[in-house]
């Protein structure tokens, strides 16, 4: 039943917020951002708690006005999110700026196939949607949601952009493997794995865990590693490329640990410029009272 009203509170935001004019519909984003901020419920206080870990010597003042302009582009991507279906083509392309693109189209161009590991930030999809608009073939990973309805919902969102996306599964890595050798570009959203699976990495000077999908297919297919960080602009989003270099020696595992732990220090620099507009309502780091899940 919880699952239930979450799916069809999803639907009719997505109905209402593309029926309201653009400027109404960001209004009443940014005033349900201002209220949950208010509210100060588990997501919003875990949300301030990761940001005071990225922001160590932050006055409580500056933090308070953080969370409000971070919770401010939570929404925003939830407003972009319901309405993005209604945008064209050329919107999209026009409000992306990029730096280092050449990383990712050098390798299209090249037919390596290019890995794209990013964080929680911005608009991914957006992001996404640009580069499926240049007719470059984007394969993401989706986790399965409850209820049905609700992924199933989000998965044909995704596909309309022109993404292919695969159910997170035992076979997923094998699949994003061989579509890496067939030119692709792989997109992963990374900065977060709490299960027993997750490696190990010192983030913002504490523990935390994230996956290692992205370092394992850079090293099963030579296709080169990049990570993208997205922030907010006025009109649109700005995307951030840097190149991971890949350790030629030592044992794969250490070598899958020790890109993991450069990709979280390249996610770190991009967090710590634009701190609103990492989406991170959920717990990143295992000390303190954290549980191993089972």
Not at 44 to 70: G, H, I, K, Y
Not at 167 to 185: C, H, I, Y
Not at 232 to 245: K, Q
């Amino acid at each position: 039943m919880k699952d239930n009203l979450s799916a069809y509170a999803y639907f009719a935001g997505w109905r209402i917020v593309r029926w309201l004019p653009e400027r109404g519909a960001y209004r009443l984003a940014y005033a349900v951002a201002d209220f949950l901020t208010k509210r100060n419920g588990k997501n919003v206080a875990r949300l301030r708690s990761n940001l005071r870990r990225t922001q160590p010597d932050m006055t409580q003042l500056d933090l308070d006005l953080l969370v409000f302009n971070a919770m401010r582009s939570y929404m925003r991507y939830w407003c972009d999110t319901f309405r993005f279906p209604d945008w064209s083509t050329e919107r999209v392309r026009e409000t992306v700026t990029v730096r280092n693109e050449h990383l990712l189209l050098d390798a299209i161009a090249a037919k390596t196939g290019v890995i794209v590991s990013l964080p929680h930030a911005g608009n991914w999809d957006h992001a996404g949607a640009y580069f499926c608009a240049k007719g470059i073939h984007l394969v993401t990973v989706a986790e399965h949601l409850k209820p049905e309805k609700l992924f199933l919902k989000f998965l044909s969102y995704r596909q309309a952009m022109g993404m292919e996306v695969l159910p997170l599964d035992g076979r997923v890595l094998g699949t994003l493997a061989q579509r890496l050798r067939q030119g692709a570009l792989v997109a992963l959203v990374a900065d977060r794995d709490l299960s027993r699976s997750g490696i190990d990495v010192n983030f913002f000077g504490g523990p935390s865990r994230m996956p290692a999908g992205p370092a394992f297919l850079a090293l099963k297919t030579g296709a080169p590693l990049i990570t993208a960080f997205v922030s907010y602009t006025d009109s649109g989003i700005n995307i951030d490329f840097n190149e991971v270099a890949i350790p030629t020696s030592g044992s794969d595992e250490d070598r899958v640990l020790e890109i993991v732990q450069r990709m979280a220090k390249q996610f770190e620099a991009g967090i710590a410029q634009h701190p609103q507009d990492w989406h991170m309502l959920q717990r990143i780091w295992t000390d303190g009272d954290f549980v191993e899940r089972s």
